[in-house]
C-alpha cells in the first residue's frame, strides 16, 4: 500500500552479503507478482477484443487506443467527477467529525475511552452486505437513494472509524508538553489544533485521508446497490461494461485503467511527502 | 491584570491548605499552605514523588485544584483557566513547538493575545537580545543546542511580561557545566526583571543558589520553607537535615546526660560536650536528658585536630580513617561510629544508612590533613552547631516540642 505510517524509520545502508542479494531478489519476485495484474490490465487495455480474449494470452499485440475512445464516449467524465466528489466529499466529513474525536480520545482520556474506542471500531465489524437492505428501503425512504449527499454521509460513516483511531494513536504519541505549554500560551481548541497538533501530525494526517480517499474511490458493493445514473461511481462504470454477449475484456480494462491510474498517481505523490516524515526537535 | 491602587502589579501567591488528589485516590499533595511574595524567587525541592511539580501545575492551571486554594495577586484562581492567569511556564522538555522558528515559538502567545506585530517584534527581539537568540530567530528547534532550546524556552516565558513564571526542573536536561552556568543566568535575570518565580526542582544545589527562599517537600507534605541560611543552619526536621547539604549531615542515636559544668551527648565511644550557648539556643534540649536524642553533625563541622591545637579534648573524638577522598580543595574522611544510624521514618528511602556494622560519618576536613586511610584519626567538633532532633518525631529540638513545623511556614496574610 502507497500509504507508509511516517513512524517507520528509514532503514540504514546495510553492507551488500550474498543473504542479501537473495533476499532483494525475493523481494523483486513478490513485488513483481502483485504488480503483475495491474500490468495485465494496462496491456489489455491497450489490446484489440480478439487479442484481448485470446488463449494462450498474447505478449506481442498491436497497440490501439479505441478502447479508451470507446470508455471516454461512456460518459467516463461522469462517472469521475461523482467518485471524485464522493470520495473528496466523505474523506473531508470524516476527518471533520473524526478529528475532534480523536483529540478528545487521546488528551482528555477517561475511564470509558477504552469502551468507546471498542464501540467505534464495532461498526466496522459488520459486512456491509447485512446492512445493504435496510440502507436501500432507508435510503428510497427519504430521497437520500442515487444522490451524492447519501453516498458521501455513507462513506464518511464507513471512513469514521479509521480516522478516529489513526489519528487518536498519531495525536498521542505527540509529547504532552507542547499541548501545555500552548495552552499556557493562550490557545484554545481551535489554535492547539490548526497551529500545533495538525501541522505535527500532518504526516499521518495525510495517510489517514489517503487510505479513506482510497476505500471511497474503490468502494463498489453500496455504490452499485445504491447509485444509478445521477452519483454513480467509477467501479460501478467499470462493472457496467460487462455484457453477456460479445467481447468485453479490452473496454473493461481500459475503463480499469481510468480508473486506477488517478489514485496511483496520488498514492505516489502522498508518499513522496509522507516519507519525508518530521524529526521533532522539541523535547530534549 | 489585578493591580493595586498605585498600578503596580500584584503578583503575591499564596496557597491556602490546597491539596491534590487524582481520579485514583492518590494523594500529590496534602494542606499546602505557603505565601509568596511578590517579586520573589521560590524553590520548590524535594525527592521525586514529593509533590512539588504537581503544586507547580496548580498554580499554571495544568492541574485541576482538588482541596483548598490558590490565590495569584488577590485574585482565586481555581477556575480560571491557564491562559487567563497570566502566567508563564518553562517546561523540563523546553516543549518548543518543532515546527515553528525560534521566532515563531518567542511570537505565539503574544500573536494569540492579539498584540500589534511593532510590539510583538520588539518583545522578541528585546527578549532574543537578553538571552543571546539574535542569530538563532530563523532556526528551527532541532538545528539547536541543548543550551539554546532552553534559552527559547526561557524566552517564550519572558516576552509574555507575565506576573508569574513557572519553572519545572528547567535545567535537569543539560550537562553539568552548562547547568551551572544556566542557573547562574536564570538567577540574574529573575533579579533584573523582578517577577516571581516559583522553580521546581530536585537538586538542593540549585534549590541553595538560587532561591530566596526554599520550601522543602516530601511525600506531599511542606516540611519547611525558609532562606537557604536558616534552611541549612536550623533544619525543621531530620529529613530536611538529610536533604539540604552535600555531603549529608551525619546523623546517629545518642544519649545527652549532664556533665559536670555542661550537657554531654554520648554516642557510640565518642563523648562531646554541647556547647552551653547551643544549649541556650535550643532551651528544648533539657527536656532531653538522660534520654534519646538522634545527634545530626554536618561534614564540614569537624576539622582535623592537626590544624586546630588548642582545642579541648571534649570537642574532639578518636577514630580511624576509613576511606579517604581527595577533592583538591576539600579531604573527605569516612569513619566508622560503632552506634545505630538513624533516618526519620519517613526519610529512610531517601537517606543513605549503613546497616549493621555501625553508623559512617563523613567528615570534611582541610585538604593538607595527613589522615591516612585505616590509621587513627583525631577529629575536633564545631559544638556550637550540632543539631538534635527528636528520635520519635525526627523533629528538631528548639524551643519547644511540636512547634517547630509550624513556625517554619510562611506569613498567612500581609
Redesign the interface.
Known amino acids: 500500500m502507497s500509504a507508509v505510517s511516517p513512524r517507520v524509520a528509514v532503514p540504514k545502508r546495510p553492507r551488500v552479503r550474498p543473504g542479501a542479494i537473495s533476499l532483494t531478489a525475493l523481494t523483486y519476485a513478490i513485488a513483481l507478482l502483485v504488480f503483475f495484474p495491474v500490468l495485465w490490465t494496462v496491456l489489455t487495455a491497450f489490446k484489440k477484443e480478439a487479442d484481448a480474449a485470446a488463449t494462450p494470452p498474447t505478449f506481442f499485440f498491436h497497440a490501439t487506443f479505441a478502447n479508451f475512445q470507446a470508455v471516454f464516449d461512456a460518459d467516463y467524465f461522469t462517472y469521475f467527477k461523482n467518485t471524485l466528489l464522493l470520495a473528496g466529499g466523505s474523506t473531508l466529513l470524516a476527518l471533520v467529525l473524526g478529528l475532534p474525536a480523536a483529540y478528545s480520545l487521546a488528551f482528555h482520556p477517561s475511564k470509558h475511552t477504552p469502551k468507546v474506542l471498542s464501540w467505534v471500531l464495532s461498526t466496522k465489524m459488520l459486512p456491509a452486505v447485512g446492512a445493504l437492505i435496510p440502507l436501500v428501503v432507508i435510503y428510497k425512504r427519504v430521497g437520500l437513494f442515487d444522490t451524492r449527499l447519501g453516498m458521501i454521509l455513507l462513506y464518511a460513516a464507513f471512513n469514521l472509524p479509521l480516522v478516529i483511531w489513526m489519528m487518536r494513536s498519531f495525536f498521542a504519541d505527540l ?1 504532552k ?2 499541548l ?9 481548541f481551535f ?1 492547539i489544533m490548526t ?2 497538533v495538525l ?2 501530525t500532518a504526516p499521518g494526517l495525510a495517510a489517514t485521508a489517503l487510505l479513506s480517499l482510497i476505500f471511497s474511490w474503490n468502494e463498489f458493493l453500496l455504490a452499485v446497490n445504491l447509485t444509478a445514473a445521477n452519483s454513480g461511481t467509477l467501479p460501478v462504470f467499470i462493472s457496467g461494461f460487462q455484457t453477456s454477449e460479445g467481447l468485453f475484456f479490452a473496454k473493461m480494462s481500459a475503463a480499469s485503467t481510468l480508473a486506477v491510474a488517478p489514485v496511483i498517481l496520488a498514492g505516489w505523490l502522498a508518499q513522496r511527502s509522507l516519507v519525508r516524515g ?7 | 491584570m489585578v493591580r493595586d491602587p498605585k498600578g503596580a502589579p500584584v503578583a503575591e501567591i499564596e496557597f491556602q491548605d490546597v491539596g491534590k488528589v487524582y481520579a485514583d485516590g492518590t494523594r500529590a499533595v496534602d494542606a499546602l499552605d505557603l505565601q509568596i511574595q511578590d517579586g520573589e524567587f521560590m524553590v520548590f525541592v524535594g525527592p521525586s514523588g514529593c509533590g512539588k511539580t504537581t503544586a507547580l501545575r496548580m498554580v499554571a492551571g495544568l492541574e485541576e485544584i482538588s482541596e483548598g486554594a490558590i490565590l495569584i495577586g488577590d485574585r482565586v484562581v481555581n477556575n480560571v483557566s491557564p491562559k487567563d492567569r497570566d502566567i508563564a511556564m518553562v517546561f523540563q522538555t523546553y516543549a518548543l513547538y518543532p515546527h515553528m522558528t525560534v521566532e515563531e515559538n518567542l511570537a505565539f502567545g503574544l500573536r494569540l493575545r492579539k498584540l500589534t506585530k511593532t510590539e510583538i517584534g520588539r518583545r522578541v527581539h528585546a527578549a532574543a537580545s537578553t538571552l543571546g537568540l539574535e542569530e538563532f530567530l530563523q532556526r528551527k528547534p532541532r538545528a539547536l543546542s541543548g543550551g539554546q532550546r532552553q534559552r527559547v524556552a526561557m524566552g517564550r516565558a519572558i516576552v509574555r511580561e507575565p506576573q508569574v513564571y513557572l519553572m519545572d526542573e528547567p535545567l535537569s536536561n543539560l550537562d553539568a557545566k552548562l547547568r551551572v552556568q544556566m542557573r547562574a543566568e536564570i538567577h540574574k535575570l529573575q533579579r533584573e526583571l523582578g517577577v516571581t518565580t516559583i522553580y521546581v526542582t530536585h537538586d538542593q544545589t540549585e534549590a541553595m543558589t538560587m532561591g530566596d527562599r526554599v520550601a522543602v517537600m516530601l511525600s506531599g507534605h511542606l516540611q519547611q520553607v525558609d532562606d537557604p541560611e536558616r534552611l541549612y543552619a536550623r533544619p525543621a526536621n531530620q529529613f530536611v537535615a538529610g536533604f539540604i547539604g552535600s555531603p549529608a549531615m551525619n546523623m546517629t542515636e545518642a544519649r545527652l546526660s549532664r556533665g559536670d559544668d555542661a550537657l554531654i551527648v554520648n554516642f557510640g565511644a565518642h563523648r562531646l560536650a554541647v556547647d552551653p550557648e547551643l544549649v541556650a539556643e535550643r532551651p528544648a534540649l533539657a527536656a532531653y536528658e538522660n534520654g534519646k536524642v538522634v545527634l545530626g553533625i554536618r561534614p564540614e563541622d569537624f576539622e582535623d585536630a592537626a590544624f586546630t591545637p588548642e582545642a579541648p579534648p571534649e570537642r574532639s573524638l578518636d577514630t580511624v580513617t576509613g576511606l579517604r577522598e581527595a577533592l583538591g580543595s576539600e579531604v573527605l574522611v569516612h569513619f566508622s561510629i560503632a552506634s545505630s544510624s538513624s533516618v526519620a521514618p519517613d526519610a529512610s528511602e531517601f537517606i543513605e544508612s549503613v546497616g549493621d556494622e555501625g553508623t559512617i560519618f563523613v567528615a570534611r576536613v582541610h585538604p593538607q590533613t595527613r589522615a591516612r586511610e585505616g590509621e587513627s584519626l583525631r577529629l575536633v567538633v564545631n559544638t556550637k552547631r550540632l543539631h538534635f532532633f527528636d528520635p520519635e518525631t525526627g523533629r528538631a529540638i528548639f524551643a519547644e516540642a511540636g512547634a517547630q513545623t509550624r513556625m517554619t511556614v510562611g506569613p498567612r496574610s500581609v
Open positions: 509529547p508538553e507542547i501545555e505549554a500552548s495552552i499556557v500560551d493562550g490557545a484554545g489554535r497551529r500545533i501541522p505535527l518530521l524529526t521533532f526537535g522539541a523535547v530534549k
